[in-house]
């Protein structure tokens, strides 16, 4: 439910002439089921700037460098077994392993703190964005535009 309407509100956003080339490399090859409906909005639409809550996302921001957990700005790692679908506007990054086989991918929160730490954040986007919903008052609900009747 969460999860569909995020998708119908980026889907609500002016469509691209063609799908976005750093999202759709991933939608040629296989992803969980949520992960999938997510970037397919993502690829086809300029959605610009949307967020529920502290969970943010940019159009022009999906395809960074994530941190490996214990970097930090001495010894920079990065990995790849994880895309990031949002971030906070303090800078930390929600991020899900696009290779976990099924429906669903578990969110991460990449913390920077002293080091990069990864937080559990959700066994799911769709219970990820019901939580961070849920959590938001009335007037942040409205903003958010998530219909979820």
Same mark, same amino acid.
């Given at each position: 439910?969460y %999860?569909?309407a %995020?998708? +119908?509100r &980026? @889907?609500a $956003?002016?469509r @691209?002439s063609?799908p976005?080339p750093? &999202?759709?490399e !991933?939608l040629?090859?296989?992803l969980?089921d949520?992960?999938?409906?997510l970037l397919s909005?993502?690829?086809?639409h300029?959605?610009?700037h949307?967020y529920?809550?502290?969970f943010?996302?940019?159009?022009? !921001?999906? +395809?960074?460098d994530?941190?490996a957990?214990?970097s930090?700005?001495g010894?920079?790692? $990065? @990995? $790849?077994?994880?895309?990031?679908?949002?971030?906070?506007?303090?800078?930390?990054?929600?991020?899900?392993?696009p290779?976990?086989?099924?429906? $669903?991918?578990?969110?991460?929160?990449?913390i920077h703190d002293?080091?990069w730490?990864?937080q559990?954040?959700g066994?799911? &986007?769709?219970?990820? &964005?019901?939580? %961070? !919903?849920?959590?938001?008052?009335?007037?942040?609900?409205t903003?958010?535009?998530l219909?979820?009747?």
């Open positions: 439910m %999860l569909e %995020l998708v +119908k &980026i @889907r $956003t002016p @691209r063609e976005k750093e &999202i759709a !991933y040629a090859g296989p969980p949520d992960l999938r409906a909005a993502q690829a086809e300029d959605f610009g949307l529920v809550g502290d943010q996302m940019h159009d022009d !921001y999906f +395809k960074g994530v941190p957990e214990g930090n700005s010894e920079w790692k $990065t @990995r $790849t077994d994880r895309v990031i679908i949002g971030h906070t506007g303090g800078g930390d990054l929600w991020v899900v392993d290779g976990v086989k099924g429906a $669903t991918s578990a969110v991460e929160l990449i002293d080091d730490i990864a559990p954040s066994g799911s &986007i769709e219970e990820f &964005i019901a939580n %961070l !919903y849920e959590e938001l008052d009335e007037d942040e609900k903003e958010a535009g219909d979820v009747g």
